[in-house]
DNA sequence: GTACCTCGTCCAC
DNA sequence: GTCCGACGTATTCGG
DNA sequence: CCGAATACGTCGGACGTGGACGAGGTAC
């Protein structure tokens, strides 16, 4: 098969911001495809050559792509820094390239999907000395012989980044409407759900139609797409919108699991489905011991703790994710895990029962320990009881609560985010939580739909000890459409040529400003920050402070001057009030 | 050759 | 993780 | 009553901090 063929649908994809159109687009293409090329191209598409849970990466992204097409096109270093700050894409760049190069290749060959399968299956084999240069040769070698269409889109799938407006929900309405009808797109949504493999799920429609896929079925082993949860800025708003009554639950600072328990083997998934069995020994292990039936599924949040057993920072946990030197660690870095759902019992699948069931089931399968506990959870009538909750989870250094329904439709929906559960944290309501008014002090060229645009700021605080402005962090969103067009003219008169004196910064943005314009900024927590640079060393040796999840609130602050904005000082006292709230 | 640092990539949130 | 915007569909409004 | 306007949910793609690790470079 012609990749050229490929590239072509791929296109006409990007063409069009009509999900009906894009839909229709896939699924005339995917009729005329035998299975294991439909297989193949499901992942392609996704700029994935696996499904999202395979154990291997190309280990190449936008730097060595930039590489790889300078070196094709014989293009300098520096040009080619001109083009990625101005295009934000390398897939672009090697396109632009293409079409300006004198003469293809005099003796190329049409690619096929196989020749390029079989380059992108090495550049993710190679390892070990000099692989960066093998990996970079075997993009080179694609591109060589594409033409400027199938160039942009081999970069494209190299990074990951497809940019053609279509993802999985697209692809799951496009098989439904090739191999199936209307009505059958929840059982093969369904069946994506449950094996997390949209080329797998293709391929089984394509061969046995839409019965094959409703044979799928909840194993234990294959994780399963997890269900997410929607926000909303207040607790009476959400109990507005779960009709006055719902569970609430402590939301756990720490990393989520999917304990899928057979027998005598524990495997444990993260969110997005990797192995993280490795990371958890002493959870996996303690898990198989209190489980009372032979096989179950479950999930729950990892959280690491003091010697006294109380929560630690995210930070912390942080730790265990590590290949080498994993029994120190262990040691170092104790865990609890609090466990909330339970997807399956020796065999019967629990996903579709509604939440009360799922939560009795998961009480009498499992024994407690200090390691294996359930997490806090009560019916709230009123949202003053669910108020009083919320301060009793921050007073045990929690994130915040989850509100879950209570109803008979209250099922766990793998791979969807719905109102069903609804998260809340402090910072989602603005009166609640502190801001800051930042100075901009550089900026990033964008990328994808911010290229030519600033696609980030660098911000920071002043030092009135140093008189300086430290970074403390960058700040990319939360921007409108009106407010990223209208960056250069806001800030471009006060461009640097050089790194001002009166900024003290360890991160290099692509230009730099005078400290002259303050936005207001909203962000979850402070944090220890190896790279910020306000208050550096002084919490604790090289480190500094910088920000988590730091949003932009829409306010300009005109009124105020850089020597007004917020002071490292007080970045300071914030960080020890949110240690002392949390101690 | 080794020890150490930087850069890029990936993934948890 | 947060956030914004486009689209598609459901619901309400106005002639 | 029907077409137009509005409201709402879904989906996709921008962007954040920080830790670990492998590759590659450099200094000794």
């Known amino acids: 098969m012609l990749y050229s063929d490929i590239a072509d649908v791929f296109d006409r994809l990007e063409g069009t911001s009509s999900r009906l159109e894009m839909t229709s687009i896939f699924s005339d293409f995917f009729k005329g495809l035998d299975p294991g090329s439909l297989r193949k191209i499901v992942y392609l598409s996704q700029g994935r050559l696996h499904p999202d849970f395979y154990n291997a990466e190309l280990g190449m992204a936008d730097k060595l792509v930039l590489r790889a097409i300078s070196f094709t096109a014989g293009v300098s270093e520096s040009k080619m820094d001109e083009l990625w700050k101005k295009e934000g894409d390398p897939g672009k760049i090697a396109e632009t390239l293409m079409k300006n190069r004198k003469q293809a290749s005099l003796f190329s060959e049409p690619l096929t999907l196989e020749k390029v399968l079989k380059n992108l299956t090495m550049i993710e ?38 940019r053609i407006g279509a993802g999985s929900m697209t692809i799951l309405d496009a098989l439904a409407e090739a191999f199936g009808t209307k009505e059958d797109r929840p059982d093969i949504e369904r069946g994506f759900n449950i094996t997390c493999d949209l080329g797998f799920v293709a391929e089984t429609l394509a061969i046995g139609g839409v019965e094959a896929v409703k044979k799928m079925k909840v194993t234990v082993g294959n994780p399963i797409k997890v269900m997410l949860a929607e926000r909303l800025p207040s607790i009476s708003l959400i109990m507005d919108r779960m009709g ?21 083997s524990v495997k444990l998934y993260s969110r997005r489905l990797e192995d993280m069995t490795s990371n958890f020994p002493d959870i996996a292990a303690e898990l198989r011991k209190q489980c009372r039936a032979e096989r179950a599924i479950i999930e ?3 959280v690491a703790i003091d010697k ?35 997807l399956s019992v020796d065999d019967e699948d629990m996903t579709l029962r509604p939440l009360g069931e799922r939560r009795s089931k ?3 399968t499992f024994g407690l320990s200090d390691m294996i506990q359930l997490t806090t959870m009560e019916v709230v009538n009123s ?6 909750f919320f301060n009793r989870a921050l007073g045990k250094k929690c994130e915040g609560i989850m ?150 609130t829409g306010r300009v602050r005109e009124d105020k001057g850089p020597e007004e904005c917020t002071t490292v000082n007080e970045i300071i006292s914030m960080f020890e009030m949110q240690a002392q709230n949390k101690a």
């Open 403 to 552: 509100a879950k329904s209570l109803s008979q439709e209250s099922v766990y929906r793998a791979g969807s985010r719905g109102f069903l559960w609804i998260k809340y944290k402090k910072d989602y309501e603005e009166a609640l939580t502190d801001s800051f008014d930042l100075v901009v002090v550089g900026a990033f060229h964008g990328r994808g739909k911010r290229a030519g645009k600033y696609g980030a700021l660098l911000m920071a605080a002043f030092d009135d000890e140093s008189g300086k402005y430290c970074t403390v962090c960058k700040l990319g969103t939360g921007f409108d459409d009106a407010f990223l067009a209208g960056m250069p003219d806001m800030l471009d008169e006060y461009l640097s040529e050089t790194h001002p004196s009166t900024v003290d910064a360890e991160m290099i943005p692509d230009v730099w400003f005078l400290p002259t314009v303050i936005l207001e900024v909203v962000a979850a927590e402070i944090s220890l920050s190896p790279i910020h640079t306000a208050a550096k060393s002084i919490m604790k040796d090289n480190a500094g402070l910088g920000l988590r999840f730091p949003r932009f």
């Open 300 to 302: 729950g949040e990892c």
């Open 383 to 388: 949202p003053e009881e669910g108020e009083d």
């Open 125 to 162: 084999s190679a390892e070990g000395r000099d692989s960066q240069d093998k990996k970079m040769k075997l993009l080179s070698n694609l591109l060589m012989d594409s033409n400027p269409v199938e160039a942009r889109y081999l970069c494209r799938i190299v990074t990951g980044r497809m």
């Open 244 to 264: 006055g009554r719902c569970a609430m639950e402590f939301k756990y600072d720490g990393i989520r699991v999917q304990a899928h328990i057979d027998r005598d």
């Open 362 to 364: 998961l009480n009498e």
């Open 308 to 342: 006294d057993g109380n929560m630690l920072p995210f930070q912390n946990v942080t730790h265990r994710r590590k290949k080498h030197g994993m029994d120190q660690a262990v040691e170092d870095y104790p865990v609890k895990i609090f466990m909330f759902d339970i």
